[in-house]
């Protein structure tokens, strides 16, 4: 969940929302609504602990096409499209330091091959990476907030009046949206962990643990940096400033703080990209293994015991992402998508509790049936936002998830004459 967006989004937050209460109340409600997601991924990921996740829950909720759909968008634009953005954000925050040039791409490349061996080797290798990063990062931002809260006299010597002092005039409701869509993204990586559900010991009570212990975590840290940020940053700062972490690091520290932060960014880009590898080629695995997807993609590494060339696809797509330079357009769409299917998995608790009530659930979802009412109600006005402000990305992105409709009658057809062969009488 910690990824680059803690030291980028306060920038657009802070352009939306100039009042100091107000940005902290939106960081606390997108944390709360990220709970309540996560809540509801911790019903479904007890009920059904198995590799997948997302695409499970669908799957048992509404049947094999919505499932089919979710695997398919996920591959063919928001996941695939998320790693190849984020080896790319890398390369340019790795241009800080030396300039490039005509080396980016190769740069990004290189990362997508690092990231796509490192989890083909095995979930084991993946997490280890993934735990250092994630601490790292971690601390990174710590010393921020240690720095902000403690190092008063250096900042107090640049800052003047306590920011955040002005008041809600100017706020309205459509800001505060724009506001809580880039919080919301910043919070965006607690679903990933049903991904990996099917490989986590005593998944019925770890999952639960993780998603509630990890979200509320995230949610401390954030509100803690953004406390740093608005001590040693006017909002007009934070609003005008693309680094703000690298920023607040140099008012405390100097310019080596802004250096180290930066170094912290690239650390945390790379935390969250490993993390894509992780756990979305899982979701790929289940539904090949379902039948709804090729056939290479269920295969399991017979050494590394990792859906191996699920993993080793999702790198190369993604590759191919970044040649062909759609990258940006695709990120843009791929939001859309994946809050479609965050709205319609949220909606799969209610259907289940109704459809399946002899369930086993080792966890029911605190708060139902209002907190994932809630949720839908959130979701459905952040989609209805994106067709208002942002038709063209909108528009494109259900384009781009209903191609998987013929997709999916193809490979029924393709089962069924499958299915067809192998009950044939053998020819003499």
């Avoid at 998944?203 to 040693?232: D, E, M, Q």
Wanted: aromatic share 12%; with cysteine.
């Amino acid at each position: 969940m910690i990824g680059g967006g803690i030291f980028l989004v306060p920038n657009l937050v802070a352009r939306s929302l100039p009042s100091m209460p107000m940005i902290m109340g939106v960081w606390i409600l997108a944390g709360a609504v990220s709970l309540v997601g996560a809540l509801a991924c911790a019903e479904l990921g007890a009920a059904f602990p198995a590799t997948g996740g997302q695409y499970v829950f669908l799957r048992e909720a509404y049947g094999p096409a919505a499932a089919f759909l979710c695997g398919w968008s996920l591959f063919t634009v928001a996941r695939s499209a998320q790693v190849a953005w984020l080896a790319v954000v890398f390369s340019i925050y790795a241009g800080y330091f030396a300039p490039l040039g005509s080396l980016s791409k190769l740069v990004s490349l290189a990362v997508l091959a690092i990231f796509t061996w490192v989890n083909y080797r095995g979930v084991k290798l993946g997490a280890m990476v993934q735990n250092s990063f994630t601490l790292t990062k971690v601390v990174g931002v710590l010393i921020i907030v240690a720095g902000a809260l403690l190092l008063r006299g250096h900042a107090a010597q640049n800052v003047g009046p306590t920011p955040g002092a002005q008041g809600f005039s100017g706020i309205s409701l459509s800001s505060f949206g724009v506001a809580l869509i880039a919080c919301l993204l910043g919070y965006d990586g607690w679903v990933q962990l049903s991904f990996v559900a099917g490989e986590i010991r005593d998944p019925k009570r770890n999952v639960l643990r993780a998603l509630t212990s990890g979200t509320l975590a995230v949610g401390a840290i954030y509100l803690l940096a953004n406390l740093a940020y608005l001590r040693v940053l006017s909002i007009s700062e934070i609003a005008a400033s693309e680094h703000v972490g690298a920023d607040a690091a140099a008012r405390i520290f100097g310019a080596i703080g802004g250096t180290v932060v930066s170094l912290l960014i690239l650390v945390s880009l790379l935390g969250t990209l490993n993390g894509c590898f992780l756990t979305s080629p899982r979701v790929y695995f289940a539904q090949a293994a379902d039948g709804l997807f090729f056939r290479r993609f269920a295969d399991i590494h017979p050494v590394n015991g990792t859906p191996g060339f699920a993993i080793l696809a999702q790198g190369v797509w993604a590759a191919v992402l970044i040649l062909s330079g759609t990258y940006e357009s695709l990120m843009d769409y791929a939001l859309f998508g994946i809050w479609v299917f965050y709205g319609l998995m949220i909606a799969a608790v209610i259907v289940l509790r109704r459809t399946r009530p002899d369930l086993e659930r080792p966890y029911r979802m605190w708060g139902y049936p209002v907190t994932p009412l809630a949720f839908l109600a959130i979701t459905v006005w952040f989609l209805v936002n994106m067709l208002v402000t942002r038709p063209g990305a909108a528009f494109a992105s259900l384009g781009l998830m209903l191609t998987g409709v013929p997709a999916y009658f193809a490979w029924q057809r393709h089962s069924q004459r499958a299915a067809r062969a192998k009950q044939a009488p053998a020819q003499v």
